[in-house]
């Protein structure tokens, strides 16, 4: 409400804009007491008074007034009574303003607090005091004017005023509490989702009493709940058994040496792998550990992919130890066949390439296997120079071994290169196809893949075999109890590769 005059003094209006007092009067004005009995029976004991119509508690702005409490009023109260309110909080002490007359006063003859329909005559009026700062006023009124206002009296109204100065006080403080911990709880609930968004559970562990308590990861991490009290050994044994002795002798040593707490263990519910870390926050006066805080943090994948790291670099230790064996072998049967170093080159670049094409494919799907279709479209496609319609597969995709892949490539390689020099692809017109199915076996299956080329120039069976056939019926020698049986009819060459490969292995991608 607006209740603005101009006659307030300046020292006065200075008083009001003072920066301490509005920042008390600020954060009293937030607080709610339409409520509050307590300040209502102040509020009552004041109207009591015997020269009391009525009384107010308002606090006092630089040009405005909110009524915190009201008694004595059974028609519509003042709302103007801004100016004594002003006039009161400016004064010193336990001064008290007393207008014995408000028409008669030349200080408030004026104001609109004085009107017909109030006639508010008689007028009363003591700071409300919070931090030692006056931001409300305690006033009585009545419609009648009055000769004297006795000491007792105003002693009675200040002592009201001061109640309600500490009333304000602990209302203040109350709230004050209320939003510091309500802050405190929106931090912690803020800490609590930022540490299970990254999979950490966070602990504190009464090495006293022996209670262990945590947020909700950790006690999911350790398969715990959290119904139930829970102490150091508990969170113990929910380790895997293998990993709870090591990590019990960490921690004991942690304890013992004053060192932070570090170790990695298998949750026995779920089998993640945890790093716990931890360390002393508090210790007691003889240096005794207290309490320990500190978090465990899910290495589920960090470790799993350690692990396939490893597997995958021991793979590539053995395919390398395979293929420099290869390539010591395919080295020295070019050159064994060819004594020219150019022709040497680039039979031998050829078939290393060929080599290394399958390699990069395995590198790809980190040695899982190879796509068959993609293998025989790396190895095969490159040498119809006339049309890659020339090459026409047929048959289901499906993932490869690496020794199967690896020596099918080389096997690819060589029927290719055979083809574009003297076979089907040397000329546009020719054409080969590629078939493959899988055939079921007594212990094991066997994918067939079939090489058939046709319109091509036509074909004699040669006198002595060469380098190339040989390469084609070794090829897979690492893969046991394959075969490699090459054919010459007139129409084309045709190859009939069998491998075995386990039922599961040869996953279907396409």
């Known amino acids: 409400m607006n209740m603005k005059s101009n006659h307030i003094s300046e020292n006065t209006s200075e008083f009001l804009s003072a920066p301490a007092r509005l920042d008390v009067l600020s954060a009293i004005s937030q607080l709610e007491f339409q409520s509050d009995s307590e300040l209502a029976d102040l509020i009552s004991l004041a109207a009591s008074l015997s020269v009391a119509d009525f009384a107010q508690i308002i606090l006092v702005g630089e040009n405005q007034a909110q009524i915190l409490a ?10 103007n009574l801004w100016a004594f309110g002003a006039s009161a909080v400016a004064l010193s002490g336990d001064d008290c303003l007393v207008v014995f007359d408000a028409r008669a006063d030349e200080r408030f003859s004026e104001i609109d607090a004085v009107s017909a329909a109030q006639d508010v005559r008689f007028v009363a009026a003591v700071p409300v005091c919070v931090e030692d700062e006056p931001v409300a006023a305690l006033i009585i009124a009545s419609a009648k004017p009055v000769d004297a206002f006795a000491l007792p009296l105003q002693s009675q109204l200040r002592q009201v ?56 990861m950790a006690y999911s991490m350790l398969g715990l709940s959290d119904d139930k009290p829970i102490n150091g050994e508990d969170v113990f044994r929910a380790m895997h058994p293998d990993d709870f002795p090591s990590m019990k002798s960490a921690f004991t040593r942690a304890l013992a040496h004053n060192q932070d707490y570090v170790g990695e263990f298998r949750a026995a519910a779920s089998g993640q792998w945890l790093l716990g870390r931890g360390r002393i926050f508090e210790r007691d006066a003889a240096g005794r550990p207290v309490v320990a805080v500190g978090v465990n943090i899910d290495i589920t994948n960090t470790r799993n992919a350690a692990e396939k790291t490893r597997l995958l670099l021991r793979e590539l230790n053995h395919r390398v130890k395979n293929t420099l064996a290869m390539l010591q072998s395919l080295a020295r049967q070019t050159l064994n066949r060819t004594s020219d170093p150019a022709e040497f080159m680039e039979a031998f670049s050829g078939r290393l390439r060929a080599i290394s094409e399958a390699h990069t494919l395995l590198s790809d799907r980190e040695w899982s296997g190879i796509s068959l279709v993609d293998l025989i479209t790396k190895q095969v496609e490159p040498y119809a120079i006339y049309d890659p319609a020339q090459v026409v597969l047929e048959g289901e995709d499906m ?34 196809r590629v078939s493959w199915q899988t055939e079921p076996g007594l212990d094991e299956s066997r994918v067939v893949i079939h090489w058939v080329e046709s319109d091509g120039p036509r074909v004699t069976a040669p006198a002595a075999r060469g380098l190339g056939e040989r390469l084609i019926e070794r090829s897979l020698d690492k893969v046991l109890s394959s075969s490699v049986r090459l054919s010459y009819p007139e129409t084309g060459m045709e190859v009939l590769i069998s491998m075995p490969i386990k039922d599961g292995s040869s996953a279907i991608v396409g």
């Open 70 to 79: 009201q008694a004595g009023i059974s028609s519509e109260p003042p709302s």
């Open 161 to 216: 005023a001061r109640l309600a100065g500490s009333f304000l006080t602990l209302k203040r403080d109350a709230r004050s509490r209320a939003d510091s911990i309500a802050t405190l709880h929106r931090d912690e609930q803020r800490n609590d989702m930022a540490l299970e968004v990254g999979n950490v559970g966070s602990w504190v562990w009464d090495l006293k009493t022996g209670k262990f308590s945590g947020n909700k």
């Open 399 to 432: 993932i490869l071994p690496p020794d199967h892949a690896l020596g099918l490539g080389i096997a690819l390689h060589e029927l290719a290169t055979n083809a574009a020099k003297h076979g089907a692809l040397s000329s546009a017109a020719g054409q080969v």
